[in-house]
């Protein structure tokens, strides 16, 4: 009956190891908040980026919470990238507001502890995100408990005080593990998270290692490890324990906490020292009376949590299985579909089935005698409201903003995901007595290489629409047809489509129809866009009209194998630019890194661009290219480019342009030594704050002047961050072009080297075109047309 609270700042900063102990070993109801989903982050297996990435990483972290039993909560926080103090982070989140959902959490959940995982009184030593996480948590402590503060949460919860609050502290943040062995650790207990589970065969460490990879889009797969393993945890706010490895001491944590409890823990604990692993199914009776007497307490908070979790158990140990699933993953609100029900006793137990009910609909009375291992299958109707929301994380519902997600629907707040949109109630009688089972309505199907796959049944529009770019580029004032492709989401839709464009911009028809036949196909519309005669940004949208209604959504969806497949729907808009840009060159070569769009990106100016494959990589393969681009980390997960470096290298020195982004200094595959014709040294060195002032340091070098003329302009409504990883040393050949700082730190300089090397020219850049060149931005296009020109240059010249 005890609970903790794990806080810090993004997916992958929980300690799976921890989590893992305190709900397996331990026993206590464990949770871990994440104040944002990860958003600002980057992805190692696919394209998702900004809200689309924080949907992955959501149900990465969910995954994560499958194996290491704890439950997962997030505020409203969103993401926007590194920072370097918490003051510019709680400034961007909003403080106020994410206190707000931490107590609306610390309220709901109850901790008896929390714990940080990082340290409150280091700020500007480490990620602000990180320190923030750590000192609303020691502000909100205090602050569940007063009345007086967000009353407004109190008409549905109570106030709460924990009894401790915990840093959980290592050798990491004394800088070495010589220093924390001879650190004063008066204030902290110690205990070893290695221990080992002889009912699933795994120890402590083992499942936390499973638990952390499932961060696959951070790179966290890891192998596990077995044996003694202790953890610390430094005392903040409470009394320290006497007993060094029970952070629980001196709470009752047994059923005698809550009034009418003791009558159910009589009952459990004597099941509990007498459970019969052979035959579960003969506790029955004795789970059904202290469910009994637990429907008679009245704290409603550990009322609902443990009538749940007595309910998981009786349908286990009478191997009872009730499930609620639809032939097709979606349906369009007011449409109709069949909901397949299936019931199987699994014991001979005595189970009846007396009635069944969807959301919001009466019960369907069954009767049905449930015999042991005989299969029972019937169908319900289910008729979806025309009112029906539409599936969609909820926090992407409303527009948001850099630092917060706007959620007015306070029962949502905290939650990792929304709720699924139907479920089934079945009313079964055990030995005569009626237990309410409620389940999801879900989709399942299977694939011949997958096997059997189950994922969320989504309610959607009738039609969506998509571009095929979310960025379109115009780099002379020449029309361009622009595809727009309607799926349809039933059968036989017809209706017409809208192309709604800013001023300025021109189409060539203001509507034009369309007709599908069968729901999933989809049909595309093309319309010619033609842009002013000036540069411009601007947003175009379509706009569905079908059986009188306006339509103006996208359905996104992420399918991996370690997540449930995932559908989004986000407005229906793409950014069309008209940019005044110069180019020289024509062939790129792109060597892809981990999941950016650049390559894209370049095509919609005009480049002719290539993917090469680095095994492909030879002594004469490369010469055709005008420049070769290496994507976003490359050096850190292709484990190829080890042994093709000098092929790139002697390109460049045959005449040829190659341009390297950014790599980071963790998980390095190739030789920093190897990265550059001369010495370059990687550093984390960035500048977050993309406003930052920028100093043009090589006026007359070419980056900067052909073919088009840099100015400071044109770091003008750049995104996120200016740079990240940038060298701090590099070799005298090397021209420092740009300088940037953030606010009251010294100017950096490395963040775009360029160097001549025999007869062509070596880039490297932490600028972030990766981010800057799909949202739009024409300053970056600007700047990488002209780095994609270097070689060129000197062509004309000659």
Request: a negative charge; one cysteine or more; aromatic letters at 10%.
């Amino acid at each position: 009956m005890g609970t903790a609270l794990y806080v810090a700042a993004h997916p992958d900063d929980e300690n799976t190891k921890l989590i893992s102990y305190l709900s397996n070993e331990v026993k206590a109801k464990t949770a871990y908040l994440s104040l944002t989903r990860g958003d600002g982050g980057q992805n190692l297996i696919g394209p998702e980026l900004r809200e689309l990435l924080g949907v992955l990483r959501t149900q990465e972290l969910l995954a994560a919470r499958r194996i290491d039993g704890g439950s997962q909560f997030f505020t409203r926080a969103n993401d926007f990238g590194y920072s370097k103090h918490p003051k510019e982070t709680l400034k961007v989140w909003k403080k106020d507001e994410v206190l707000r959902d931490m107590i609306w959490i610390i309220r709901n959940l109850k901790p008896d502890v929390i714990i940080n995982r990082f340290d409150h009184r280091t700020p500007g030593s480490t990620h602000g995100h990180h320190t923030s996480s750590a000192m609303l948590s020691v502000e909100a402590f205090d602050m569940a408990a007063d009345p007086t503060l967000y009353p407004e949460h109190l008409n549905s919860t109570s106030i709460w005080q924990p009894k401790r609050l915990f840093f959980n502290t290592s050798w990491w943040f004394y800088g070495s593990e010589e220093n924390f062995k001879n650190s004063d650790k008066s204030n902290m207990l110690n205990f070893d998270v290695g221990t080992y589970y002889p009912l699933s065969g795994l120890s402590n460490n083992e499942i936390a290692a499973l638990a952390s990879s499932q961060h696959l889009c951070q790179g966290f797969g890891r192998m596990s490890n077995r044996g003694s393993e202790m953890e610390y945890l430094e005392l903040l706010k409470g009394d320290l324990p006497s007993n060094g490895s029970n952070i629980f001491e001196g709470i009752n944590t047994s059923w005698s906490r809550i009034e009418g409890g003791e009558a159910v823990g009589e009952i459990l604990y004597d099941l509990e020292n007498n459970f019969n692993f052979k035959d579960p199914s003969i506790h029955l009776p004795e789970l059904l009376a202290g469910y009994k007497e637990l429907k008679k307490v009245k704290d409603d908070h550990w009322r609902n949590i443990k009538l749940k979790e007595l309910e998981h158990i009786i349908l286990s140990v009478s191997g009872l299985f009730l499930e609620a699933t639809v032939a097709e993953p979606t349906m369009y609100q007011g449409g109709k579909t069949t909901v397949n029900i299936e019931a199987v006793n699994r014991s001979n137990s005595k189970i009846v089935l007396k009635s069944v009910a969807l959301t919001n609909t009466p019960r369907t009375t069954k009767l049905i005698p449930l015999l042991e291992n005989k299969r029972e299958l019937f169908q319900l109707e289910l008729q979806i409201p025309n009112n029906t929301p539409l599936s969609n994380p909820y926090w992407l519902n409303e527009k948001w903003d850099i630092g917060m997600y706007q959620v007015h629907d306070q029962s949502l707040i905290g939650k990792p995901e929304t709720p699924a949109a139907f479920h089934v109630m079945f009313e079964v009688e055990f030995n005569g007595y009626p237990i309410t089972i409620t389940k999801p309505v879900v989709y399942r199907y299977s694939k011949p290489d997958k096997g059997e796959i189950y994922q969320p049944f989504s309610i959607l529009p009738k039609a969506t629409a998509s571009f095929k770019d979310k960025v379109i580029i115009f780099a002379d004032d020449q029309p361009k047809e622009i595809p727009v492709t309607i799926q349809a989401h039933k059968d036989n839709i017809e209706g017409k489509i809208q192309l709604r464009v800013g001023e300025g911009w021109k189409v060539d028809q203001e509507t034009k129809p369309f007709k599908i036949s069968n729901k999933g196909d989809k049909q595309t519309i093309r319309f010619l866009l033609t842009p002013p005669i000036t540069e411009n940004e601007n947003y175009i949208s379509p706009i569905i009209w079908v059986d009188g209604m306006e339509i103006s959504k996208e359905l996104i969806e992420i399918d991996y194998d370690h997540i449930p497949k995932q559908t989004i729907l986000l407005p229906a808009e793409a950014k069309v630019v008209r940019l005044d840009i110069k180019k020289s060159g024509n062939k790129i070569g792109y060597i892809k890194g981990a999941g950016d769009e650049i390559p894209i990106s370049l095509k919609q100016i005009g480049y002719d661009v290539s993917f090469i494959e680095p095994e492909l990589i030879n002594s004469g393969s490369l010469k055709k290219y005008d420049a070769i681009v290496v994507g976003i980390r490359a050096y850190n997960v292709i484990d190829e480019l080890k042994f093709k470096q000098r092929y790139l290298l002697d390109y460049v020195k045959n005449g040829g342009n190659l341009i390297l982004q950014y790599n980071t200094t963790d998980n390095k595959v190739t030789s920093m030594e190897n990265l550059a014709p001369y010495p370059l040294n990687i550093s984390r060195d960035r500048v977050t704050d993309e406003n930052s002032e920028v100093k043009i340091l090589a006026n007359n070098h070419p980056i900067v002047n052909y073919p088009n003329k840099i100015t400071l302009d044109d770091f003008n409504g750049w995104v996120q961050e200016r740079g990240l990883y940038f060298p701090n040393q590099w070799a005298k050949e090397f021209t420092p072009i740009l300088s940037m700082q953030d606010n009251g730190e010294d100017p950096i300089k490395g963040s775009l080297l360029v160097a001549p090397y025999g007869e062509g020219y070596y880039v490297y850049t932490g600028l972030s075109f990766f981010r800057e060149l799909p949202v739009g931005v024409i300053g970056a296009y600007r700047l990488f047309a002209n780095m994609l020109s270097l070689s060129q240059k000197d062509s004309e010249n000659k």
